[in-house]
């Protein structure tokens, strides 16, 4: 239960103004129609405000994400002064890690020189990805917040949220790994050769050189510009999929594990959070490895 809440919510002649007071939840979250002592705390689609800045709304999923770059930022610096030349300890399980990361990387681009080319940019995806997804399985984040009353209810509102279970970051992270994919294109094989993946003007332009020596070109060519312009549309279809794959699978995760600590608080939502775990780790590998997928494609010129 709320015991946190009881001590902090108990107010006598509860008026239909705002007011927010500091409180501790016993348990990770409940399920969206659950109320502890008159306090209602549920899971929404949508990340909860805490505070603005100006006309900036701060909300508890920008908290966490926040809390994700400061880790990768303290990480990166305490093993950029740590690294050696002849590797030992740690350093040893890393570069391991990595040169298995390499070989995955190489059966996807085909050539180790693509691999180290697109490798930063797509490992950066999977650490901020990795880190938001157990991020949400810490204590405190989504039982450490504030009772507002609202509407006539309490509510209660996490000052910290999986960053990966908001819809936003999830959508921004598909737009900017798509977006990049293009830009990587352009810069490796032109514009022209881009531009053909969409708007085959080429196969426009063959059609009267070829007509009397293959008149099939007449009905291969044209399908060739009308498949390229379906590949405008897969684009648009890339973003919604990675954006709702891995939204989906970690806020499906986040309301199991609630809904599990709603039931019972001790002992049973263990299982829940290995699972998440692995999870978190499998869903990270997947949008890195799918933006990987997107930069290969696009980084190379089709053959006709």
Do not use: C
């Amino acid at each position: 239960m709320i015991s946190a809440v009881q001590e902090n919510t108990e107010v006598q002649g509860l008026t239909a103004q705002t007011e927010i007071n500091p409180v501790k939840s016993g348990e990770a979250g409940a399920r969206s129609s659950e109320q502890f002592n008159g306090v209602k705390q549920e899971h929404t689609l949508f990340a909860e405000q805490i505070y603005k800045i100006g006309n900036f709304p701060i909300t508890n999923s920008v908290l966490n994400t926040w809390l994700a770059v400061l880790a990768v930022v303290i990480f990166g610096l305490y093993f950029r002064r740590r690294i050696k030349l002849i590797p030992s300890g740690v350093q040893n399980f890393i570069e391991a890690g990595l040169e298995m990361l390499f070989e995955v990387f190489d059966s996807v681009t085909g050539s180790r020189a693509k691999t180290l080319k697109f490798f930063p940019f797509v490992f950066s995806f999977f650490v901020f990805i990795l880190i938001n997804n157990w991020l949400g399985l810490l204590p405190g984040i989504g039982s450490i917040g504030q009772v507002i009353s609202e509407h006539g209810e309490k509510l209660f509102i996490p000052f910290f949220r999986g960053g990966t279970a908001d819809l936003n970051t999830t959508l921004a992270l598909a737009v900017i790994g798509v977006v990049a994919s293009h830009i990587f294109g352009v810069m490796t094989i032109g514009v022209w050769n881009y531009l053909n993946k969409f708007i085959n003007l080429e196969a426009l332009l063959e059609i009267p050189g070829k007509i009397f020596k293959d008149p099939t070109v007449l009905i291969v060519n044209p399908i060739k510009v009308f498949v390229g312009l379906l590949e405008i549309i897969s684009e648009f279809a890339k973003i919604a999929s990675l954006s709702f794959r891995l939204f989906g699978n970690i806020f499906a995760g986040e309301v199991l594990i609630a809904s599990m600590a709603a039931i019972m608080a001790f002992g049973l939502p263990i299982p829940f959070m290995f699972l998440e775990i692995m999870v978190g780790a499998i869903q990270a590998l997947i949008f890195a490895m799918l933006i990987l997928t997107y930069l290969t494609m696009m980084a190379t010129v089709e053959e006709h």
